[in-house]
């Protein structure tokens, strides 16, 4: 098998002679074309793709001798057919074991496409078309005869001013439409006939997409008297900007619908409680993304039985109808939003998502009783009048986010005493005003992440953190004014992965400079991952090395950016006996590794970026049967 070998460009001329070869997959590969003489492998089942050459004996041609390939078979460069005759000879039509076929032209113009006939066997049950050059499809696609058809997808045939009529495929599960640059209009000829006579379309279709069709304006019912879709549990358009009209109506087994970057399209004011004739029935809606599009389509919010809902890049909408089955909420840049739903979100609500929403004003405290079932929170730069985050509201919550609120200054307790068992994950990264938390520390047995990075303002770390049983990973970044991190008892005790990022006032402690031993590092034997980087990290490392603080069951050190740090205490970095991977990233001023020679564990050395270390050195002398890679890509 060559399938993955991503610059393989060329296969063997001779191969020609492995008479015997049954599987032969060149795919994600870079052949360029077949060899010559491809038919003389008779006994192949299985062949990914035949890249079609210009050259004799390696035309499409040659499959025609290729009698029991079987399951997907992709056929690529097709503008290289010269001779129509070669594709007759190919003999596609009878490949009846063949069950997916790609059918594939360059990206650029291919004018004799219509002329390339490459009927498949009718027991064909996926079919892709890509960058075909034609004006018209050929009159065998959307043959009702393919009764096996379950998905399609059309992409790239730019010159084609319409769609096959695929409408009358009787098994055709999903259909993916894109980049049809000509195609202005949808009509009844997408639907397919039976003779003179209309039929009732898209029996068995499920999924239905369409996506960056630039010039489609009209998308026309079929006229059949009933539903043009009457299974269909997927429907998404994506970048269709000319796209005008309202949306199909009576899908009424429609579980998902997504709509983005469709600016002119609206819904005609219906809603699924409506009953007019032209009314959009999609009582079974599930699942919601409007993205880009106007305000109408909002009216989709009535559905009863929405569970999830995303918006994006709205603005004109100021406050949220009520949606009672809610389960997970995202609102992105909504400019204009100010208010949740006047009867609040539901309690159904796991996830809520608040992005680019600067004048919302967050849950009233009178809702927050009701969020039982709240499992997920991210608040990125949005509601500019929270100053206090109320930590504790949502007794269930296991992550909370919370970025870019510039007017955030606290997290606070409502009740004293309360105790978030559920939490598990809390991140707060570019408050630049954030200065403190609940008093006593954090109330949060089950915590395991913790990170703060481009707090600005914040000098000290929750108090008592070594409380925190739970904890597997902190990190702190871009905390300038960061002081002091464990004072009052230490790290957490069962600490595995811990960063320190350019934290450039933090010190020992306040009573005693240069001593790091009320850490507890030394004491912490679960760590296996310490990451030092950036400003202030130079004296802390220097002074950790130096005191042998660092706990010996460590096996990841990784150093970046410390610009003054000239050597590697060899005491304190022999008495790491389980260290296996050591990083040293951008240290400029590093002259020396320890003398005595590095940890005996350790297997692995990257350097990158220490030129003066890199002129010192002859490495074989130093690292004995350590694997180096030096200047490696990060």
Known sequence: MLGGCASLAKLPVDLWELISLRHLDVSGTKIAEMPAQMRRLKSLRTLTAFVVGKSIGSTIGELGELPHLQGKLSILKLQNVVD????????????????????????????????????????????????????????????????????????????????PPVGGLPALKELYIERMEFVKTIGVEFYGRNGAYLIQPFQSLEKLEFKEMAEWEEWIPSGSGGPDFPRLLMLILEKCPKLRGSLPCDLHCLKKLRVDGCGVLHDQGATATTSSSTSLNYNSLEELEIFQCQTGLLSLLETKLLSQLAIRHFNDIQCLPNINRLQSLSLWNCPTLSSFPEDGL???????????????????QEMFAKLTSLDYLFIHNSCDSMRSFPLGIFPKLTTLEISCCDNLESLCLIEEGAVLSHLNSLEVYACPNLVCFPLGGLPTPNLTQLEFRG?????????????????????????????????????????????????????????????????????????????????????????????????????????????????????GLARLTSLQQLYIYDCPSLQFLPEGGLPPSLSYLCIYNCSALEKRYHWAKIIGPVYLTFNASR
């Open 84 to 163: 129509a005759k070669d594709a007759v000879q190919a003999n596609l039509k009878n490949k009846n074991d063949l069950k997916e076929l790609e059918l594939a032209w360059d990206d650029e113009d291919s004018d004799d496409s219509e002329k390339v006939s490459l009927q498949p066997s009718i027991s064909l049950e996926k079919l892709s078309i890509k960058f075909y050059g034609g004006t018209n499809f050929p009159n065998w696609l959307g043959d009702s005869c393919f009764s096996n058809i379950q998905v399609m997808r059309l992409s790239n045939c730019k010159y084609c001013w319409s769609l």
């Open 346 to 364: 539901p309690t159904s609500l796991t996830s809520l998502t608040i992005v680019e929403c600067r004048i919302l004003e967050f849950l009233p």
């Open 455 to 571: 707090c600005e303002k914040l000098k000290s770390l929750p108090e008592h953190i070594h409380t925190l049983t739970a904890l597997g990973n902190l990190y702190i970044s871009n905390l300038p004014n960061l002081e002091s991190i464990a004072e009052d008892g230490g790290l957490p005790p069962n600490l595995r992965d811990f960063t320190i990022n350019n934290c450039e006032r933090l010190r020992a402690s306040s009573s005693s400079v240069g001593d790091y031993s009320n850490w507890g590092l030394q004491a912490l034997v679960s760590l296996e991952v310490f990451t030092i980087r950036g400003r202030g990290s130079d004296e802390i490392l220097e002074t950790l090395l130096k005191q042998q603080l660092l706990p010996t069951t460590l096996r990841t050190l990784i150093i970046e950016e410390l610009s003054t740090l000239k050597s590697l205490d060899v005491k």
